[in-house]
């Protein structure tokens, strides 16, 4: 049986979920995710528990946050003062927005916290930190 390997690209169906249960992210009612193996286009550990694979197989894994994406960081946290955001924006906890780094690259954010004049802004990715189970079936290998 032809096993999945680096370098192949692979079509898989997955749902992942969180360490209470809660589904984040799932191929259910999508096309299956396609991804070369070995060029990092998915987190490492998913990576690693589709190698070896054949179609057809299927499995859990749980991946360890330092597979996925990497710990919570606290110095990615930030408080603003509320003058230094954009007049006509209304900030809203939960809302997404676009910093720039120094180095002119675009930073993700999420508005965490607001007060009177201060914005918390964090740019964690949202599954920073945390150990994500995958439910995983390798669908085909091209």
């Not at 006509?88 to 809302?95: A, F, I, M, P």
């Amino acid at each position: 049986m032809v096993q999945a390997k680096l370098g192949d690209t692979v079509k898989v169906n997955y749902t992942g979920k969180l360490g209470d249960g809660t589904v984040f992210d799932s191929s259910v009612n999508r096309d299956p995710l396609q991804f070369s193996l070995g060029e990092g286009q998915v987190i490492a550990g998913f990576e690693e528990a589709v190698v070896g694979m054949s179609p057809g197989d299927s499995k859990s894994v749980t991946i360890p946050s330092e597979q996925a994406y990497g710990p919570y960081q606290d110095e990615l946290v930030i408080v603003v003062d509320e003058k230094q955001m954009p007049s006509d924006l209304s900030v809203e906890v939960g809302q997404q927005l676009q910093m720039r780094h120094s180095s002119g690259q675009a930073v993700p954010v999420m508005v965490t916290n607001v007060t009177d004049d201060k914005v918390t802004l964090d740019a964690n990715h949202p599954l920073a930190g945390k150990d994500l189970t995958f439910e995983i079936e390798l669908v085909t290998i091209q």
